[in-house]
Each structure stands twice: as C-alpha cells, then as structure tokens.
C-alpha cells in the first residue's frame, strides 16, 4: 500500500511545524524550483520520472536539519519522515541526498546503521544532484561544489568521483553537452 506524496503546501508546513528555520525552508524551496526545472529537461527528452515526486522530495530533502546541521541531518531527517508517516520513496531521497551519496562503509564509519545511500532512481538523483547546486537559494555551477568538497574532504575522496558521475548523468539527461 503506498502513501499519498503530499503537496506543496502540506510540505513546507512539515517543514515549518518541525523546526526548520527560515533560511533552510528558502533553501528547500531553491532546491525544489531547480529539481523541477531539471526533471522537466529530463522529461521533454523522453525520461520517465515522477516530477511531483522530485518537487516534494527536494522541498523535504533537509527535514533533518530540523535538528543538526551535521553530516546526519540525512539520517535524522529519514527518522522524522518515517514517524510522519511518509511515503518510503521520499524518505529515501532525504537519506540518500548527502554529497553523491554513502557507501555502507561510509556511513557505518560515521555510526549509521551498514547500508547504501546512494541515489538509486532518477528522482533521488536529480535531487542530490540540485541540491549540488544550490549553496543557500542562490545557483552555483558545480565546479563550485566539487572543490569546496575537495576542501572539506580531500581531493581524491571517492565522494567527489560520485558528484562528479552525477553532474555528468544528470546532464546527459538533460541534453546538455558532458562537461568534466
């Protein structure tokens, strides 16, 4: 039995009801406008997607940081959608968003339970990937993103590789030319 998505509205009031600041909700909102417009590319070139989906995950994608600002905003934010009883498919973008995503090894070294939470489908895809390109509500080009996370983790830490097959992904999808 799946659970409905909820809408827009229903989304920024769990957002709000749950602690989120201002600028976080803003973000969520960037975030949710620019997943939009990719999914939307993606759709006119014949990929098959959920954009509702895609505007409602990337509106609750930082649920977590209701709580943390940390690197497990992802884990604490997929706690809160479950015990709000949301659907599983927005749960695991909201898990799955951080960076291009965790190994199991990954994320058991940071204490979470041994699992992947890599984006799998398009749609958590296109949302860790918008969500790359987003620092605050302002776009940024992903040559941006990639080396403030070369900074925060080392150059050849296998997180930038996956950021990096993500841009490329994403944008073929999109029809845009690869870039590196």
């Given at each position: 039995?799946?659970?409905?998505?909820?809408?827009?509205?229903?989304?920024?009031?769990?957002?709000?009801?749950?602690?989120?600041?201002?600028?976080?909700?803003?973000?969520?909102?960037?975030?949710?406008?620019?997943?939009?417009?990719?999914?939307?590319?993606?759709?006119?070139?014949?990929?098959?997607?959920?954009?509702?989906?895609?505007?409602?995950?990337?509106?609750?994608?930082?649920?977590?940081?209701?709580?943390?600002?940390?690197?497990?905003?992802?884990?604490?934010?997929?706690?809160?959608?479950?015990?709000?009883?949301?659907?599983?498919?927005?749960v695991r973008i909201i898990?799955?968003?951080?960076?291009?995503?965790?190994?199991a090894e990954e994320a058991?070294?940071?204490?979470?339970?041994?699992?992947?939470?890599?984006?799998?489908?398009?749609?958590?895809?296109?949302?860790?990937?918008?969500?790359?390109?987003?620092?605050?509500?302002?776009?940024?080009?992903?040559?941006?993103?990639?080396?403030?996370?070369q900074k925060r983790l080392?150059?050849?830490?296998?997180?930038?590789?996956?950021?990096?097959?993500?841009?490329?992904?994403?944008?073929?999808?999109?029809?845009?030319?690869?870039?590196?």
């Amino acid at each position: 039995m799946s659970k409905e998505i909820p809408s827009a509205e229903e989304a920024l009031r769990i957002l709000k009801t749950i602690g989120c600041s201002p600028n976080v909700i803003k973000h969520c909102i960037a975030v949710s406008n620019l997943a939009v417009k990719i999914a939307m590319k993606c759709k006119r070139n014949g990929v098959d997607l959920n954009v509702k989906l895609v505007r409602i995950g990337a509106l609750l994608h930082d649920l977590g940081r209701s709580k943390t600002h940390s690197v497990h905003h992802p884990l604490v934010g997929s706690k809160i959608a479950r015990s709000l009883n949301l659907p599983e498919e927005i749960v695991r973008i909201i898990e799955r968003h951080i960076g291009g995503g965790l190994t199991a090894e990954e994320a058991s070294k940071l204490g979470w339970p041994r699992k992947d939470y890599l984006p799998e489908n398009i749609e958590e895809k296109i949302v860790a990937y918008a969500d790359k390109l987003i620092d605050g509500e302002k776009i940024v080009p992903i040559q941006e993103t990639i080396k403030k996370f070369q900074k925060r983790l080392g150059v050849h830490h296998p997180s930038i590789k996956r950021i990096k097959r993500l841009h490329r992904e994403i944008t073929e999808l999109c029809g845009k030319p690869k870039n590196k």
